[in-house]
């Protein structure tokens, strides 16, 4: 089976995704994530866990210095970026990682891009800050563009879709031409359905079983399903750090059905789901799972089928 392998590019470099799935591991550098005994954040730490993560197997660090809690404590640009710029900057120093920042600020992105971060992972979809596409372009930095409506605060209040699958494509369509007609190509995007944001449990179960839809857009596609509350909801469990094998249900289905790229907070265990669910979507017939042109022949199928070590397709 023949799946597209897209070219995604990003300050100092690019790669192809659509073989092997990749994981990002979270990173939060705020103080109450790592500190050091008392209320102020220590850089050291947040480290460690960017290198166990490292170990574990993931492929791109997300560093973010401000929570996505509804409710949560506003933080100013300038403390944000005191909290992930030096992390940044030691993270990329000792390791060739991939490094994306998690803001919505254009002035918290410019910076981490200038401390050693490739990518910007804006959960507001460029909507936030009117700067970040100026940012992006004159960075030369790739984005991960997520789906969300309103705002962290308000995003609840709107799950009413009369056709989700087709309301975000149309969003991420919407942005990506925006995107280009300021001169940002296409291919310095990563698309992201925005699990948990302005949707209801059910339809974060949708999004995960139909991921494969938004590959149509011909750009790689990550999800974060990690210990997120639509896994409470289905394993009436409270504790999201008991929603690790809920997570690794999630991610690989996300998988199976197309996704690129996961992230996660627990690497080790993601990085196995991802890799065992995509050594079975290796080997299923392609008319099973891929509506993207590739209409592969048995023996052309069969021909094209990575053993499940290589983790890989063949192009
Ligand atoms: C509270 C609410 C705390 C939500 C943390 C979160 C995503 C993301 C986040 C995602 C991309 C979390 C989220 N989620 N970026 N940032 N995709 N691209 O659970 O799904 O980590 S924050």
């Given amino acids: 089976m023949r799946v597209e392998k897209l070219l995604f590019r990003f300050r100092g470099g690019e790669r192809r995704f659509g073989g092997r799935p990749v994981v990002m591991g979270i990173l939060n550098v705020t103080p109450d994530s790592f500190s050091d005994g008392g209320d102020h954040f220590a850089p050291e730490?947040?480290?460690a866990h960017a290198r166990d993560m490292i170990g574990a197997g993931a492929e791109i660090i997300d560093v973010g210095g401000e929570s996505s809690r509804p409710g949560a404590a506003p933080v100013s640009a300038r403390e944000e970026a005191q909290r992930v710029v030096p992390v940044i900057r030691a993270l990329t120093a000792e390791s060739n990682v991939l490094v994306s920042v998690d803001t919505v600020k254009a002035a918290v992105a410019e910076q981490a891009v200038a401390a050693g971060a490739a990518i910007i992972n804006d959960i507001s979809g460029l909507h936030a800050d009117p700067r970040m596409l100026d940012v992006v372009r004159d960075t030369g930095a790739g984005c991960v563009l997520m789906h969300m409506r309103g705002t962290p605060q308000t995003m609840q209040q709107y799950t009413g879709y009369d056709d989700l699958i087709e309301e975000i494509c149309r969003y991420f369509r919407k942005t990506l031409r925006a995107a280009?007609?300021?001169?940002?190509?296409?291919?310095?995007?990563?698309?992201?359905p925005g699990i948990g944001f302005s949707k209801t449990a059910e339809q974060n179960l949708v999004l995960l079983a139909r991921c494969d839809e938004f590959r149509s857009l011909g750009r790689p596609i990550l999800v974060g399903p990690s210990r997120k509350s639509f896994i409470g909801a289905v394993l009436s469990e409270p504790d999201p750090r008991r929603r690790i094998f809920g997570t690794a249900a999630a991610t690989a289905c996300a998988v199976l059905h197309g996704a690129d790229i996961v992230r996660v907070h627990d690497v080790a265990e993601m990085r196995h789901a991802a890799l065992v669910a995509a050594a079975i979507r290796n080997w299923l017939p392609p008319s099973h799972l891929y509506a993207d042109g590739a209409h592969a022949t048995t023996e052309a199928a069969a021909g094209s089928v990575s053993p499940p070590d290589s983790g890989g397709r063949k192009a």
């Fill in 45 to 47: 730490r947040a480290l």
């Fill in 180 to 192: 280009e007609a300021a001169g940002v190509e296409r291919d310095r995007f990563i698309l992201d």
